[in-house]
């Protein structure tokens, strides 16, 4: 049958495979030549475009710079124009009588095409020549007046001038501006001489221009100057319709009228608005390039036709003797040994040389030999090594296949634990080779006693029953000495069912849930951790508090609770910046790790608060500690430069437990004790006295706790909206969202009652997020009713950290269907930059989901100015203390107009507050601030009034 199947198939020489597999070889390095020749040149080609455009660039730039050095500065004239007798007040008349008897002069002397003049104010006093463009100075006006330095600019629509605006001084005061401008048309003839490239400008007119009669309709732009117009004139029109005008900056290649053109444009001096195009003709280039590539291709032609015919010189006579064996091998096979010998020639002893035909004849004659004497034992062997080798294949393949595919840990233990096999996984992941596992006991892989005692107790009962199933976790170390964290389970592998239970074996399989355990004590550290200092979070504390009171009152002892913070921690903020004040911080953690016991409790209680549980101490102890602390404090310090920061605290103390106070008592009222020791001179410490303890204020800050528990629990709080108007156009689009808590007779609490309440009471986190889902709830029923409205939502420094703050957020969007951009977000600047890390991330993370950031009270911490770059918001509401006085005081519209162009120039809306009447809405429209919001807009509404602000629009 295979004899059969052979001689059907098509017989192809050696000789030919050879020649063809040469020549092929040789075809594709020929290719390759080819190839590579045609890249390089292109290459070196667009190497040498590159440089001849960088020589463009530089030519250019070259022209405009001795422009501008040759150019005639007006600004001499100044002293002739004036005397002794001229004043301050009228030097600018006296100077523009001069220049209007003298610009006919002037214009015939100098390259000046026009002038202006105007004063300090930016009021134009004159101008001479072509005023085509006085339009278009302000910002050019602003710049000089507030820098007093000169100004440069390009500006083309018929023509291209280049105007230079400077400052003058008369008797040394700076009393006005000259703009003049110097026509640069000149330009395109001298790139034009220079580069031997056809040269023209095109302008981008401004968008209020009506642009139906550009000269370049799809670039929507005007040809300034075009040498060789009317050929080069429709080769632009040709190319805007394949490419846009920006592209034209990098370079262009463009097939036209049979002809290859490189086109670049060059913007004027950085004036993106108007390019001087150059058209480059580069045929002759192309054709070089190509005449290159076709020789490399003749000589790659050449050399494969001359190495297949070398080839097949040489391999005619081997072929031959190659031939002969191959008909003597199936003769061989077919144990036909005489016949076979026939085509091979008799073995002789060979006088210069031997090739590998001549080995091959001699083994094959050797091989003759010995397979006539193994043919009989290979008969009787094969049926037998057949069977035995299909029978180890798929053993081995079902072992493999389990043991080194699976990316789990598969290992086997006999009845003493040993393990006995391990796969390739478990290799991989403990660092151990199988030899180093092999014979190990199973158990001391793990790290705990009593997670050894629980695997062992499973394996014992899985050898005695020999059925189920059992499942364990544990940690171990891998040889490394890095913890891993394993889930295990554990069968019975019955391997023979006719021997002794020593001969049966477990099945081990492992589940590496390192990773997700990491994750997961990472967020248990995050929800009990201030990330700053490394300390216990607030949140965390009072758990621990509400414990040691328990305890100090079940066994009778005293424990102590230190509450302090750091005195003018905020001159360290303002005068060296939130970074220095957070490493402050940390040292101060760092030093109360020191100073106290390890049963001792401490936490960052928010800002520069700490606070310290003292467990099982006395009342003289805990003074003596105290006393300590703030002499230990003392000793931290930071430095800045030549300015060194060193820490003094005030502290107060509470011994406890005291009759029928709570956990939220000892805390208030150790703060109360703070307040006096700050009152009695900063540095110190008081010990809470039984007055302090059941002072009104304690007890009103609980009432107040119990009230806001109450609201929460019986939905008492509720929404109001303050209208934010756009002031260009007086619509509304946004509102702000105001909590309220409606009292038990029905009226409205304001939330400056029980915000700080919230705030130190912990339950601040409770609050906003009852504010989001409020907020949500009312967006759903806008867009339900077709009002298409944004709301903006206060948050509190504590959600800016909170690790669940984006996913509660993503969590009530999918709940109420609503999509992120209907909403802004609301943070005060002191919070952002108090968490400027956790500010910076949680604002990221809204903006990719579409939301958007608004800082609030911008201004009132304004050396933090510089952290706003960090801040990714969309809007900043000044701080409504410079806003309620600007029309009164100079300093506050100083600063609103900082803040302004501070943040137009972020590309950041600016809202202000406190707006209470018209006279300051219009000076805030002066200013150019974009939103409005206060009383003199709208007062706080129950909902918004979406229909009353639209019709006021329309």
Known sequence: M????AGKLLFFSLVWKAILAVSFATFLASAAIVMFGEITLEKNYEQERVRVRNSYRQILSGIIERVQNERVDIGWLIPAMTDETTSTKNALDVIKNQLDRNWFKIEVESDIESAFLFNRQGNMIGSWGN????GQFSEWLEYVISKEEPFDNI??????IHFHAAPFLFRGEFIGIFIFGIDLSDIVLQMKNITGSSVGIVNLPDISQNNATSDLALWNANIVALTDANKNKRLLSELSKEHSLAQTKQSVFFGFENRQYEILGLPLNGHNKTLLILIEDITQGLADIKKATDLYAIS???SFVLSGSVLLFLLLSPTRRLKSLITALPLISQKNYSDAKKFLPCKRRKLFFKDEIDD??????????TLKYLDEQVNQRTQKLSLQTLELQA???????ILNTAQVMIITIDSKGLISSANKFTETLTSYSEQELLGKQFINLMIDQRARLLVRTSIDLLLKTHKGTQHRESAILSMGGNELYISWYFSPLLLDEGKTDESNKILVVGLDLTERRKYENQLTWLAEHDPLTGLYNRRKFETELVHALAMAVRYDHNSALIFFDIDQFKYVNDSSGHHIGDELLIKVAEKLRATTRKTDVVARFGGDEFIILLPEVTQKEAEEFVQKLCNDLKTVHISVGEELHTVSVSAGLIVFPEQSCTSQDLLA???LAMYRAKQGGRGGWRLASQEDINRLEIKTRVNWKTKIDKGLAENRFVLYFQPIMKISDRSVSHYECLLRMKDDDGSIIPPAMFVPVAEQMGLILQLDQRVLELAFKEQASLLKAGKKIKLAINLSGEMLSAPNAFELISHLLREFDLDASHFIFEVTETQAVTNLQAAHDFITQINRIGGSFALDDFGSGFSSMNYLKQLPVSYLKIDGAFVKNILDNQVDQLFVKAINSIGHGMGIKTIAEF??????????YELQIDYAQGYGIAKPLPSPDYDFYQSQTH
């Open 360 to 369: 091959l004849e001699d083994t094959a004659h050797e091989f003759i030999t």
């Open 669 to 671: 009222t150790a703060d």
């Open 395 to 401: 053993e081995k393949n079902f072992i493999d296949t």
């Open 915 to 924: 707006v209470e009447n018209d006279s300051i809405f219009e000076k805030l």
């Open 300 to 302: 790659g032609l050449l």
């Open 131 to 134: 005023t085509l463009y006085e």
């Open 155 to 160: 500006l083309c629509q018929q023509t291209c």
């Open 2 to 5: 295979t004899s059969k199947t």
